[in-house]
């Protein structure tokens, strides 16, 4: 098992693009997260799934924000028409019960 | 926004030497949790704390879950090179969200 995997790791895109990321969670973790970080920020909380089912939506996540999960394994977070705003880093964890999460290395965005 | 505030923002420290760094809160949280993270990558757990006034060590870190539930530190023992980075606090309020610091960053002079 090589921990959480996301991808892609830097991504530099025109405001207005619609962007995807991609995360796959460690094989037996039910459990999927996405933060987002700014710089000297922590991360803050987007959304949460259970298996397939999106159980949590932060306030962050605008409408132009939307996740999924199908079948309960990788989990995929598209944002629609960028902003600069939206430049930060976007961490995905996963954890088997809700303790004790383990993060990806991030997919970094830049909106320019 | 961030509800937890963790102090302090940033530390310049000799080799050897001990660190300390503490949150609290407004908010009564279960579960308090450290993670550490380096420049370009995600945060990385170091302890976890599950019961209030709950002290648990990790090698040369000892971390206190406060009795109150609103607050907890974390102590850096005869710090190396190695542990600079940014600390964050983080405290899990329900079974769902957890929410994190701003971060302490560590800067150890050899």
């Known amino acids: 098992d090589t921990g959480v995997s996301q991808d892609p790791r830097h991504k530099i895109t025109k405001r207005g693009q619609n962007v995807t990321f991609r995360c796959d969670p460690i094989s037996e973790h039910n459990r999927l997260y996405w933060y987002r970080q700014t710089l000297g920020q922590g991360p803050e909380f987007l959304t949460y799934f259970q298996n397939e089912a999106q159980l949590e939506k932060s306030r962050l996540l605008s409408d132009r924000f939307s996740a999924e999960r199908p079948k309960g394994s990788f989990s995929t977070l598209e944002i629609q028409r960028t902003e600069q705003g939206d430049s930060a880093m976007y961490l995905c964890?996963?954890?088997?019960?809700?303790?004790?999460?383990?993060f990806g290395s991030g997919t970094r965005l830049t909106v320019v | 926004g961030q509800q937890l505030n963790q102090s302090p923002q940033s530390m310049f420290i000799q080799e050897g030497e001990d660190v300390s760094m503490n949150c609290t809160s407004s908010?009564?949280?279960?579960?308090w949790l450290w993670y550490k993270q380096d420049p370009g990558e995600g945060p990385v757990l170091l302890i976890a704390l599950y019961k209030a006034g709950e002290l648990t060590s990790n090698g040369r870190l000892t971390a206190q879950f406060g009795i109150t539930r609103k607050d907890s530190f974390l102590n850096i023992s005869a710090s190396i090179p190695s542990d600079v980075g940014i600390y964050f606090c983080?405290?899990?309020?329900?079974?769902?969200?957890?929410?994190f610091g701003a971060g302490t960053r560590l800067t150890v002079k050899p």
């Open positions: 908010s009564i949280f279960n579960t």
């Open positions: 983080a405290g899990q309020p329900d079974n769902n969200d957890m929410r």
């Open positions: 964890a996963s954890s088997l019960s809700f303790y004790g999460y383990t």
